[in-house]
């Protein structure tokens, strides 16, 4: 045996690739690429070539006949050496391995004539074009590789995803059981195992009871290492693998990668039941026989991919088109059902949730609320940076196993950092019955040693929690559909700030205007009144009728001029800086009342004023809130026999709420939009006085005090308006 076997816990473990010997159907020279000085040997090397081996010396013509032609292949660029060394009848492969060159020599086989494999090859190639689909692509390499090398059973095994492996072709003679159909754990063949098969695509086992024959010395003298064999066709074999062969009852195998696009996609595995071996010519033949199939099974993959991708592009266009044109991006994705389908059939998913903040939409087959609520917070807490996909998500996540049915798989994309926003796909489960060729679940342990598996009878396991895997061309539709939602959130974002430094200027703009215009206006109306007054002062020259016109353009004037000057004070008031104080808001509601005393001289008002809480705000800015509201609740109840005004106050956490309520003509809670509005009156004009602009005056002053304001009301009622401030200290600044 080996002299670095390893003790193992887990063959998962062991360090296949350096064993520290070869398999006895072959022998090893290893020279340094430097100078080909002789480093390391197999201890048969002797019997191949017949001539005696000093480590340290530099290899001659004696000792390697052909050495000129390995110089020279080393000094260029090609990957494998072959030779032919007919006078020992021997076959000779070299590979470079770092500072090394390991040389192989294998005892020439008889195989069949190179004619007979190339007419295979050649016919397997023009199948491989027409073949009408993979599984017969599949099948034809296996039975073309079974007559080839005349192994009992030729197997085509697949990886999944969890690299488990699936046989999903077979061609024998029936002297050792079929497998086809059967799955076989991950575990059967480890990570370290199927990384070998990557880098180095043939492996053959003439007899699983060879004796290791030992590289010496252990450790390479160029490398102070043991000898790395990772390319090497003769390395020993791991026992444990060993020990999986005799129990599944093979006696001699080989396998050849297959490899798709740079990864391993899958096995051609051949086992004998005694044992066997093939030539080299046969080896290279079956390996090209499996490029040819991974050529095939590229192709299919490619054609799949490019209709899938060009099937979900034409939904991703009609997405992309309403999220563009919708006002909200949102309702571009959830609009109408036909945007609801392309919204599932943008990955081929049954349900969907769409998060934005505290809403959620839900789509199709989807979980309750409350567990995607759930499972927006478990994504959170993972390092989600693009797409978070799984067709197992009980498996990440148990607590979906609630809602296994119509969520077992599921992609999650963050849509929004800042508002916590996710767009979410599910999938549902999906029940089906391995069949496993023997107890996936059972490990055999003896001695602290884990053994493979002794069984290989047919073992069936229902997988439950399980989805549909998603496929490429959908996890990229979902990376682009993401991307394409960013880049149209953030354009949004950048119309809006552009549309509010537009508002904000045209705002400016019309202050300006209404400043100016409402200043010049003043002068004529007051001319007007005048004039009138002078004309009226000349009674004697003018009839009973002339007056009263007179008197009725007096009226209109002074209105007209009131008017004016609600408006300059409206327009002033986006321009005036806020001087924030302590207010005593009792003293400010005695000073209005004692104003509006004389206008109240024929009137019965009942004042009920409550507590009025000390706030933080601007003195004259807050009198002309509280003018205003007092006078409206006097004007509006003067029908009643005696006007009942109700001023109070309410403190609630952080803000305070102070209101003036009456028992007048209320209004209609249907028009509550036009009260804060300039010129919106809801009476008119001809039963109360009045421009339409105090309680738009009141919300603009309320605004820049941090504050917002409310009313309630109910015709022939009464009505209350409130408004509230905040409690904690208002900066003083100047806010537009």
């Not at 020279?29 to 002797?46: E, G, H, K, P, W």
């Not at 491989?128 to 689909?133: D, E, L, V, W, Y």
Request: aromatic share 8%; glycine share 8%.
């Amino acid at each position: 045996m080996s002299s670095v076997t390893p003790k193992l816990d887990s063959c998962g473990a062991e360090p296949i690739h350096i064993p520290g010997a070869i398999q006895e159907h072959g022998a090893l020279l290893v020279l340094s690429a430097r100078d080909f000085s002789i480093v390391q040997a197999s201890d048969n090397l002797v019997d191949y070539i017949d001539v005696p081996v000093e480590i340290g010396a530099v290899a001659s013509g004696d000792l390697l006949p052909f050495l000129d032609i390995l110089s020279a292949w080393h000094a260029g660029d090609e990957t494998n050496f072959r030779h032919v060394w007919a006078e020992r009848k021997l076959d000779v492969s070299a590979h470079r391995s770092g500072a090394l060159i390991l040389v192989e020599v294998e005892k020439t086989r008889q195989g069949e004539s190179a004619e007979a494999l190339m007419v295979g090859l050649t016919s397997l190639a023009q199948y491989m074009n027409g073949a009408p689909s993979l599984e017969d692509a599949l099948l034809r390499t296996a039975e073309l590789v079974s007559s080839m090398n005349g192994y009992d059973r030729t197997l085509i095994y697949d990886f999944g995803p969890d690299w488990s492996g699936h046989v999903v072709a077979e061609a024998g003679n029936g002297v050792l059981p079929s497998y086809l159909g059967l799955r076989f754990p991950a575990g059967d063949i480890p990570p370290q195992a199927r990384q070998l098969y990557t880098l180095n695509r043939l492996r053959m086992i003439p007899n699983v009871d060879y004796r290791p024959v030992p590289v010496r010395p252990q450790l390479n003298v160029e490398t102070g290492a043991v000898l790395d064999m990772s390319f090497s066709q003769l390395r020993s074999v791991s026992p444990v693998h060993l020990e999986y062969m005799r129990n599944m009852g093979t006696a001699a195998s080989m396998s050849v990668s297959i490899i798709v696009n740079g990864r391993l996609w899958g096995l051609i595995a051949c086992h004998h039941a005694t044992p066997h071996s093939t030539s080299v010519a046969v080896r290279d033949a079956c390996d090209f026989a499996a490029q040819l199939l991974s050529m095939r099974i590229a192709m299919e993959q490619s054609s799949q991919d490019a209709s899938r991708r060009v099937e979900l592009g034409h939904v991703q266009a009609r997405l992309l088109s309403g999220m563009a044109t919708a006002e909200r991006w949102a309702d571009g994705l959830l609009g109408g059902e036909r945007e609801r389908d392309d919204l599932l059939g943008q990955v081929g998913a049954e349900g969907a949730a769409l998060v934005l903040g505290d809403e959620y939409e839900l789509v199709g087959k989807a979980p309750s609320r409350q567990h995607v609520e759930e499972l927006v917070l478990w994504l959170g807490e993972q390092d989600v940076a693009e797409v978070f996909a799984t067709d197992n998500l009980a498996g990440d996540y148990p607590a979906a196993v609630a809602y296994a049915a119509v969520a077992s798989g599921i992609i999650a994309m963050r849509v929004s950092e800042l508002h916590g926003s996710w767009l979410i796909w599910f999938r549902p489960e999906v029940v089906k019955t391995v069949r496993w060729g023997g107890d996936p679940h059972k490990t055999v342990q003896e001695s602290g040693r884990i053994h493979p598996r002794k069984s290989f009878e047919i073992w069936k396991e229902q997988v439950r929690n399980t989805a549909l895997p998603w496929s490429e061309p959908e996890l990229a539709a979902a990376r682009e559909l993401r991307s394409a939602i960013i880049g149209i959130v953030l354009r949004k974002a950048e119309e809006m700030a552009d549309l509010t430094r537009e508002l904000q200027r045209t705002n400016k703009e019309l202050e300006a205007f209404s400043y100016s215009v409402s200043h010049d206006l003043r002068a004529p109306f007051r001319h007007i009144v005048g004039f009138a007054q002078l004309l009226r002062e000349r009674s004697s020259a003018m009839d009973e009728k002339s007056l009263h016109y007179l008197q009725m353009i007096s009226e209109a004037a002074l209105g007209a001029g009131r008017l004016v000057d609600d408006l300059l004070n409206f327009s002033q008031l986006g321009r005036t800086q806020i001087t924030v104080k302590a207010v005593d808001m009792q003293k400010l509601v005695s000073e209005v009342r004692r104003s509006l005393a004389p206008a109240l001289a024929d009137r019965q008002v009942e004042w009920r004023i409550g507590e009025l809480p000390v706030t933080l705000g601007d003195p004259t800015l807050l009198r002309q809130v509280w003018y205003n509201l007092i006078d409206n609740a006097i004007k509006y109840s003067r029908r009643e026999p005696v006007s009942i005004i109700t001023i109070s106050a309410v403190e609630t956490g952080e803000y305070v709420t102070y209101s003036v309520e009456d028992n007048g003509v209320g209004f209609d809670m249907a028009y509550y939009g036009k009260l804060f509005g300039v010129f919106q009156r809801l009476q008119r004009v001809e039963d109360f006085e009045g421009t339409g602009i105090g309680l738009a005056l009141v919300r603009r002053i309320v605004e820049r005090h941090h504050g917002s304001v409310s009313a309630q009301g109910t015709l022939g009622e009464g009505a209350s308006f409130s408004f509230t401030l905040p409690v904690k200290k208002i900066e003083e600044e100047d806010i537009a």
